[in-house]
């Protein structure tokens, strides 16, 4: 994995360089444009501003000019991008070119009142284009385009075209009013729309308190849609979500019965995962069978595709050799999953395992609370660990998970 990675970044490096050589050196063409935007892509570089300067001037109305000024005003949040981009949104005939200015309108972190006010303008003269739903950030999300988000939605209540769009706002909008016309938008094309269920999933998985107040409600909405379309290539994936928060008997029941029935249906091991979630949180008896076929999915994948997701629920009811095993292998093959090397030390903690995440833990980088967490459970002692919990809970001082950890520094 590191070696593919390693290989992206040095063709990367190669094309940047080779690009900007071509910059200092040839005259400006009309693709030169999206080049600039290639190598802005790469590299947050301030020496290609005076080229994209150059070449707005020379082709100002071509399709790449007020994206490139979008992907500038992204990168580089300049007053000469916001002027660029403030005009374009007011002049430029074609409202779908403006689609990463809009983009980089919802991530500023100071937006113009000026270029807002373009954007809302622009809006109210051509709504139905799906270039609003950019609007929508991924965090720091600006309660002031709300409305204009909102007033998308409603307008294209009935295009069930707009999964992708709709599942990108059901994910990230913390605004109430939003979110419940998004659920008004899954109830009128959820027999209809193709991908219905990113939808469904990313409204489970928002972690906002207008989230927390609708979950139970898509939850359920899903459970009945996927009683209707029990052949949807995404069922399997579907369950797990709904069985994540609609842990009943009932819903339990419906999933055994639909993954009896499907096993060979593309992630039919996702819905086996949620099974076995779920009944592990309900402390239901787990039927022998449904561990045999976990088992026997795992071993049919190489280390390197094997999905931790079902290694930890296997993990979580049958923590015998093999299923340790197997979950050791899939971590160790690729360790995205932190979460998994956090259940393999509360589960079956070994001086291997021990040894590697404190190894993590000592160098520089990213920390995962889980780990830290359980080390500390292990060792409380250990200095390494201390110290790296002590670095997460100030960087995090409001997260739950900081005062869970506090408590183990202090005892």
Known sequence: MASVIDKNREANEIFYEEGFAKLRAGEMEESTGKLIMDLME???????????????????????????????????????????????????????????IVRAFAHLSKASPKLFDAIEKRFAAEPNSHVWSKLQAHEKTKAEVDPLILRWLEINRYNSSLSVEVSFIALYSRDSSVLSEVLRWIEVNQDKASDIWLVYMNMMRGLSEAHKELRSRVATTAGHWLARNSEYRNAGRLYYEVLLIEQTADQIHAAKDWFLSHQKQEGSYMALAGILTASHSLGEKIEPELVTYAKEILKSQSPEDRTAVLSGALLEVCADSETIRLAKEALQDHYQPSWLHALLLRVAPDEELISKAVEIHSQPGSRSPEVILELLKLDGKNTIVRKAAQKWINENPADKTAKELNLLLSS
């Open 42 to 100: 790469i590299r947050d570089d301030k020496a290609l501003l005076p080229y994209a300067r150059k070449w707005i001037k020379l082709f100002p109305r071509v399709e790449s000019a007020p994206r490139l000024v979008g992907k500038w005003l992204q990168n580089y949040e300049s007053n000469d991008a916001m002027y660029l981009a403030t005009s374009y949104v007011k002049t430029y005939p074609d409202v779908g070119a403006l689609i990463l």
